[in-house]
């Protein structure tokens, strides 16, 4: 079949493309937004590539209108790739999952002060070694590090994970840390890595009292005391090793340029 000008061709499989695409389901967690954006590329070329081959039909002598087609439909399978891989890596990564929830374990646990680098207390530093199903260096960042908490009441309120890392000792080993203080801390010590950015606000001094005088009254007058250690994966609950003041985190922290405002 011969045709003169059929500019709906490549305009139809442009739509298609770019409606698989989008309408395609993909559920692969955390990584659905990089396929999306994999099958948009793919989906961008494949579009590219049948206008390129239409304006070269278009100046042949001999055109068969099966060409376009022919040619408009080798991306198609490409496309297709994009969302059986997607499809392969979720459900490779959700067995994983499933083996790190039945299979970690803690290795070992400890907390002592988080100091500035002057040297200065600001919070509380744990440190903890865990064991996870081999290959699960893909799931580690995606794993909510350990935290703390103010309860059992009367504890005061939260805190505020600011930094962790993890480092592999073997390959089912890792030593992490995780770095936390609590959450009345001014956003220059909770942001540090914003820190005079314009417009950031993380610069802002003032500690946060969210219950007002009452509740630094008792960070002030309030005696040393342990606070509660909770990980996800493994499942782990108990409280810290060590006592800890809560006033002296404060201390710490107007030593590094903190103050109270009004």
């Known amino acids: 079949m011969r045709a003169k000008h059929p500019i709906w061709v490549p305009v139809a499989l442009t739509i298609a493309y770019f409606g698989y695409a989008i309408l395609t389901p993909v559920h692969a967690d955390w990584f659905t937004a ?22 070269f039909w278009v100046r042949r002598r001999a055109r068969r209108l ?10 198609v399978a490409l496309l297709g790739c994009a969302e059986l891989y997607s499809g392969y890596r979720s459900r490779r990564l959700a067995a994983l999952e499933t083996r790190v929830r039945t299979e970690a374990r803690l290795v070992r646990i400890d907390d002592e002060e988080l100091l500035t680098p002057r040297g200065n207390p600001i919070g509380v530093r744990l440190r ?9 260096d893909e799931l580690i960042p995606h794993i909510p590090p350990a935290g703390l908490s103010m309860v059992p009441l009367p504890y005061l309120s939260g805190f505020w994970v600011l930094n962790t890392e993890s480092r592999a000792l073997n390959a089912t080993d890792y030593a992490m840390t995780s770095d936390v ?3 009345f801390m001014p956003k220059m010590i909770r ?13 802002d001094p003032c500690f946060v009292w969210s219950r007002g005088a009452a ?4 960070v002030i007058d309030g005696s040393p005391r342990t606070f509660w250690v909770s990980l996800g994966e493994p499942r782990y609950s108990a409280p810290t090793r060590r006592s ?15 103050r109270e405002c009004p």
């Open 215 to 218: 509740q630094r009254a008792e």
């Open 66 to 75: 099966r060409e376009l087609f022919v040619v408009g439909l080798v991306p």
């Open 34 to 55: 990089f396929v999306r954006s994999l099958m948009l590329g793919g989906a961008a070329a494949a579009s590219l590539a049948v206008w390129t081959y239409y304006a």
């Open 181 to 183: 203080v609590p959450e």
């Open 244 to 258: 800890y003041d809560l006033h002296r985190f404060v201390e710490g922290a107007v030593a590094e340029g903190a």
């Open 191 to 203: 942001f540090p890595e914003n820190a005079g950015k314009p417009g950031s606000g993380s610069s």
């Open 128 to 136: 903890y070694e865990v064991h996870y199903p081999e290959g699960s």
